[in-house]
Nanobody
Framework: QVQLVESGGGLVQPGGSLNLSCAAS????????MGWYRQAPGKQRELVAT???????NYADSVKGRFTISRDNAKNTVYLQMNSLKPEDTAVYYC???????????WGQGTQVTVSS
């Protein structure tokens, strides 16, 4: 089993910044990719950004140039630095870990990000 614990959400004004963290623990040796997804009220969960164990990153078009995903392998932690936040970034942000063996997916409990003046 893998446990994912997120932190760093909150309320921020438009144009502001937040940094989300996701700490992984447990049987993490078969995790090959980690990332962030988000879900706004009434909408489907969508990919925000992912990073592989080799450091390859992928971003949704809506966050390119504003968000940066990174990882600290020594701490088994993935970060999402979010800059120039917009009201449309408001959502619950979920940490995700992709596993090479079953179960193939792990999710964190989610952290609320609200962008409002």
């Amino acid at each position: 089993q893998v446990q994912l614990v997120e932190s760093g959400g909150g309320l921020v004004q438009p144009g502001g910044s937040l940094n989300l963290s996701c700490a992984a623990s447990g049987n993490i040796f078969s995790i090959w990719r980690m990332g962030w997804y988000r879900q706004a009220p009434g909408k489907q969960r969508e990919l925000v950004a992912t990073i592989t164990s080799g450091g390859n990153t992928n971003y949704a078009d809506s966050v390119k140039g504003r968000f940066t995903i990174s990882r600290d392998n020594a701490k088994n932690t993935v970060y999402l630095q979010m800059n120039s936040l917009k009201p449309e970034d408001t959502a619950v942000y979920y940490c995700h870990a992709a596993n090479r063996v079953r179960p193939y997916d792990y999710w964190g409990q989610g952290t609320q990000v609200t962008v409002s003046s």
